[in-house]
């Protein structure tokens, strides 16, 4: 995993010209923010078809999109990076430069609709989506994906709404079956106070 320098100074850069969206923009680099992201692509660089069209999906101002692209292990055919937020797609058009394959999609991920079949398909807002929109999401992932998903038990933030006590109530709720699964991993992270929780991953194939 790499992060290039001019990476680095398109993130400031946005930071220093914009400081009405600078505080939100900064929400994406708490440690817990880059731990999870660090995790996933060393999994991801492992994937044999990588090569593939990936789906980010809740991928917010572009920073995973950007980690990836930054990456010297693996090159998808394009990136699409899907958030319901428009002003996601403002700010990631800002900051990530069009010679890039990689574009920025409003829209609601439940409803969403692939314009390319994908290889590889990433979720790491679960805790986000209520049940319905997470079933109608998974339900609309192609059978032979490659899957990323990420949770937490994070309940006392007021944004999330589907929370999962543990790593088997996150495979449960997530609907994974244990013949998908590659591998998983959960860790802990400091939220507010440093008051500890817990976050967790689980990658494979959906079949």
């Not at 991928?59 to 990456?71: F, P, R």
């Not at 805790?127 to 998903?149: A, C, I, K």
């Not at 495979?171 to 802990?188: A, D, F, K, R, T």
Request: glycine share 4%; charged share 25%; with cysteine.
């Amino acid at each position: 995993m790499e992060i290039k320098a001019n990476t680095i100074e398109s993130w400031m850069k946005f930071i220093r010209f914009h400081p009405d969206l600078a505080e939100r923009y900064m929400d994406c680099f708490w440690g817990s923010q880059l731990e999870s992201k660090a995790r996933l692509l060393i999994e991801l660089e492992k994937m044999p078809n990588m090569r593939g069209p990936l789906y980010i999906f809740g991928g917010w101002y572009g920073v995973l999109t950007q980690m990836v692209l930054d990456s010297l292990d693996f090159n998808p055919e394009w990136i699409y990076s899907i958030d319901i937020d428009p002003q996601c797609e403002w700010v990631f058009n800002d900051v990530i430069s069009r010679e890039h394959n990689a574009t920025a999609v409003t829209a609601d991920c439940a409803t969403y609709k692939y314009p390319i079949i994908p290889s590889v398909v990433i979720n790491t807002v679960t805790e986000h989506l209520r049940q319905d929109d997470y079933d109608m999401w998974w339900n609309n992932v192609p059978r032979g994906t490659s899957f990323f998903l990420q949770g937490n038990n994070y309940f006392d933030n007021e944004e999330h709404v589907r929370c999962s006590k543990t790593i088997e109530d996150f495979l449960y709720i997530s609907n994974v079956e244990n013949e998908y699964i590659q591998g998983m991993s959960q860790w802990m992270f400091a939220g507010p106070n440093d008051k500890q929780y817990e976050r967790f991953m689980v990658w494979g194939v959906k079949k």
